[in-house]
Structures are given as C-alpha cells and as structure tokens.
C-alpha cells in the first residue's frame, strides 16, 4: 500500500477451469506471516479476496490450491500479469512429483532438482520475471 491511509485492496486470483483441467476443489488462503486464515469469495475462474493495509506497508499471502488433473498435464496462470504493466519481483516455483512420474515437459527451465524420499523436487527462482505464456508440465508414469 503505497498511501499515506489505511486501505482494503481487493484482489483476484485467477484458477484455470477449462475442459480439460476442471476449476480447483480445494482452496486456503491465510496470512504468510501470521497464519490467520483469509476469507475469499470463489468464482468460475477463480477466488477474491481482500486485504487490510496500513500505510505504506506490505503483506506477503500463501494460496494454496488442490486442482484435479484427469490429463498428465498442469498448467498454471501467469499470462495475467501482463496487465500490470511491470514484471513480479521474485518468483519462486517449487514443483514436487512422486518418482513414479517422469516429467516430459516442463515450460520454465529448472534451476535445481533434488530426490527427497520417494518424490523428486524441481526448483525454479526467477528475479523480474514477465512471463509471456502460463507454466506448464507434463508427465508420464514410468515403467517398471
């Protein structure tokens, strides 16, 4: 909140909900700091939700999300930021797959990949990033 006064700002956080990749049946939105859980309204593409400001502060929020998949394939919104005109800051994508899947594509570079018991973890950080198409990855169950 860049103002000198207290605001509420209103958020969207667009879901995708096609065909092919129904809308997600799970959804939490809490506080990154606190831990208070955030009320938020769900729509057809996605959940609102609204967050009080102080002057001139910020706060970081952690949305969660179970979406079924019924194809070996997730793709995950980014084209939205375009309309803000800048780039996010930071992005950090934290992909974790049991090692009974092999990923066939992936749309981001990975940065680092770690086996972690029975998953595999994918690590992708980016700085100033404007994404000009959404995340996607595919897989394969592997053979035996």
Known sequence: NPE?????WPI???????????????IWIHD???GER????????????????PPSASRAVC????????????????TTTKRWGRPLERAIFRV?????LKLTHISIPCDSLAKRGHDVEYLIRKKAFMPSSNFIIEWERRRK
């Open 63 to 78: 949305i969660s999300y179970r979406q079924l998949t019924p194809k070996d394939r997730m793709e995950y919104i980014l």
């Open 4 to 8: 000198a006064h207290a605001a509420l």
């Open 12 to 26: 969207f956080y667009p879901l995708l909900n096609t065909s092919s990749i129904p809308l997600a049946d799970s």
């Open 96 to 100: 974790v797959v049991p090692d009974s």
């Open 38 to 53: 955030l009320p938020f309204e769900r729509g057809v593409s996605g959940v609102s939700f609204a967050l009080n400001l």
């Open 32 to 34: 990154a700091v606190t």
